[in-house]
């Protein structure tokens, strides 16, 4: 199956320390499109840091990534006009309304005002486009960083804990969306929540002391470790006691 799917991502011998902190260590994986990946793993595994070098904010101690085809270490403006982020806490111009900080975001990427109208729309955020960021609640800044990764429609999507403090509606809204939208995108969540990498996922990848320790399909998992769920093979993968 994944022979007739294009490459979007390739992983190589991926590697970050932060002093004698190995917070990445020797991570290999190829994404395609159609592939929608849970990062799992406890906290401290190392999701923000993997998503945040593939995203391009933080550089590798060793290793590399390829977008498209393309080193992100050579061409990087390549890399960012092709990858959609959703940062962990979204940060957002607090003084801005939504309205204003979205027609920035459009601007320096040289989109029109439509790319705006229709981010806000998928997104469902026109009720608050004219509220300062700084009033909304977590889950509408969840929503509004959301719009401002899928401005430009990017092949490829890192969202790191893209439903954290939406309400059960919200969060359903925003699942199925991820799901309709992976069609034709690689996306990438990092969470916490296993119902989460059940349901909207295709593909687990777990995270543990910067290693993973596993990669594929639920049923994959559960084989691997020789579980009935998702929450005993995280236990054992991560060797966390019940």
């Known amino acids: 199956m994944k ?17 004698d902190i190995h917070a990445v260590n020797n991570v290999n994986f190829t994404a395609y499109d159609g592939d929608v ?21 933080i550089s590798p101690t060793a290793g590399n990534i390829e977008v498209l085809g393309k080193d992100i270490a050579e061409a990087s403006l390549f890399a960012k006009e092709n990858i959609g982020f959703l940062s962990e806490g979204a940060p957002l111009y607090p003084d801005m309304s939504v309205k204003m900080f979205l027609n920035y975001m459009a601007s320096l990427r040289g989109l029109p005002k439509s790319a705006v109208e229709k981010a806000a729309q998928t997104a469902n955020i026109n009720e608050v486009l004219k509220q300062k ?11 509004v960083g959301f719009a401002q990764s ?24 925003m699942r199925r969306l991820i799901k309709e939208m992976s069609q034709n995108k690689t996306i990438i969540i990092s969470t916490h929540l296993l119902e989460e990498a059940e349901t909207v996922c295709n593909r687990i990848i777990v ?11 639920l049923k994959q998992i559960l084989k691997q470790t020789g579980c009935k769920n998702l929450s005993e093979s995280f236990r054992v993968l991560t060797k966390q006691e019940a």
């Open 3 to 19: 022979k007739n799917r294009k490459t979007t991502l390739l992983v190589r011998n991926l590697s970050k320390s932060f002093g």
């Open 37 to 57: 990946i849970a990062l799992l793993g406890p906290n401290g595994a190392g999701k923000s840091t993997l998503i945040n070098m593939i995203a391009g904010y």
């Open 133 to 143: 960021n700084e009033t909304l609640s977590k889950g509408y800044q969840r929503r």
């Open 150 to 173: 899928i401005l430009h429609n990017p092949p490829i999507l890192l969202l790191d804990e893209p439903t954290d403090g939406l309400d059960p509606n919200q969060k359903d809204y």
């Open 207 to 217: 995270l543990d002391k910067g290693v993973i320790r596993a990669d594929g399909d």
